[in-house]
């Protein structure tokens, strides 16, 4: 997909282009944000992707402005794709947009480095405003928990321990987590300990109900 040009012609004043690259592995939901973004014209697609390593591999990340990232990508999780982004390209801005509640998600994915979190469930127009912003490198209203005093079980995990907890949840082995992201499978071994320990369960099967009762993933 060609990149967007811009006219040194170009009046003075006139609103700079957006830059945005798509990491969605759902095919339907990229041509809805490709129909969507089309009626901008001071946004562009640049990119799109449908699994994390594509988005790793990519060697022109140097020239989005931002990236739309889904958190369930296969091959490398959306997770993964935001931590190992912030450490090589940090001024990219990364606006994750997810099925999850952002009440669960939202504080973690911005603790993390993402630049803005939405759920698929939001307005069109809203998006198209948190990208526009983005672009003109503002900032992003920051969600704050109504249970930020008391966390919940999950959100004590630490950023790596809740990277496993989720790819366990999807139904990954042990070696499967450690290949993705590139650890032994003694240490994804014991990050699924921790996890059992800091949610109180004793077995894969109590850590995927736990993940359901919590409204971590959807039925």
């Known amino acids: 997909m060609p990149s967007a040009v811009r006219s040194s012609s170009a009046p003075q004043g006139a609103p ?110 809203k998006v198209v405003e948190a990208i526009r912003a983005l672009g003109r490198g503002e900032s992003l209203p920051t969600m704050v928990a109504a249970h930020v005093q008391e966390l919940l079980p999950h959100e004590r995990l630490s950023a790596r321990e809740h990277q496993v907890f989720m790819l366990l949840v999807q139904g990954r082995s042990v070696a499967d987590i450690a290949a993705e992201l590139n650890l032994t499978p003694s240490t994804v071994s014991t990050h699924v300990a921790n996890v059992r320990e800091k949610l109180n369960v004793q077995n894969l099967a109590e850590i995927i109900r736990y993940a359901f009762q919590a409204g971590l993933v959807g039925e």
Not at 40 to 45: H, Q, S, T, V, Y
Not at 98 to 114: F, I, K, L, T
């Open 16 to 125: 700079k282009t957006v830059r945005v690259a798509i990491a969605d592995d759902h095919e339907l939901f990229r041509q809805g944000l490709r129909q969507l973004l089309a009626n901008e014209p001071d946004i562009a697609i640049v990119a799109e992707f449908a699994h994390g390593r594509a988005v790793l591999n990519a060697d022109d990340k140097a020239g989005w402005d931002v990236l739309l990232l889904d958190l369930t990508l296969p091959l490398v999780s959306g997770f993964e794709v935001l931590t190992r982004i912030q450490e090589t390209n940090p001024s990219l801005k990364v606006l994750v947009l997810s099925m999850y509640d952002a009440e669960h998600y939202g504080p973690r994915v911005r603790r993390a480095g993402a630049a803005g979190y939405l759920s698929k469930t939001d307005p069109s127009r």
